[in-house]
């Protein structure tokens, strides 16, 4: 299955949903590439703009996401290791911008202070992008990131499971079971 083909089953699987991402792909070095590519991703969705075109934080990828922004499409800039990347594809127009805090955290760097960092930038500038927080690579992230600004976060389906888990709501849980079982009988 083509890319292209795969996004198309993702908007016909979710007809409602408010932005599905499409990313350019890694031979799309210049910003003419990066937007034509953009084009015809947006094309799959009938020039919708329910597509958020994700572009990587380069000088190329913050050429292509002026324009596509320009054009009125959503775009998430990539990537983001720095508060400066941050503001640069921000002042692009980035609608979002996606730092990757476990990255950060694999080499010795607070990813979730970049996060509070950028979010304070954002709102000393009133800038709008909003922050996805990438790479969470565990339920402690989640709370720290959301505590730090970050709008929306990227999670894997075990960090869902291990959030929805806690020893006392297991032993309410069975509790309830028995007084419902013992009301009952």
Known sequence: ??????????????????????????DALTAEEMIAQANELIK?????????????????????????TKKGVKTNVTLIF????????????ATYVSPFLGRLDDISEDGVLLVA???EL???????????AASVRHPD?????AMAGAHIATIPFSVIE?????????QGMEKFAADWKKAVQ
């Open 122 to 132: 954002f709102r000393i500038h009133n800038l709008e992008a909003q922050i996805i």
């Open 117 to 119: 960092k950028i979010a």
């Open 162 to 170: 291990q959030l929805t888990k806690h020893p006392l709501t297991e």
């Open 1 to 26: 299955m083509k890319f292209e083909d795969r996004i198309e089953e993702i908007l016909k699987e979710v007809p409602d949903v408010e932005s599905v991402s499409a990313e350019v792909t890694p």
């Open 44 to 68: 799959i969705n009938n020039n919708d703009k329910n597509i958020t075109i994700k572009l990587p934080m380069t000088l190329a990828g913050l050429e292509a996401c002026r324009y596509l």
């Open 141 to 145: 992230h989640v709370t720290r990131v």
């Open 82 to 93: 720095t508060v400066n990347q941050a503001l640069l594809a921000a002042r692009a127009g």
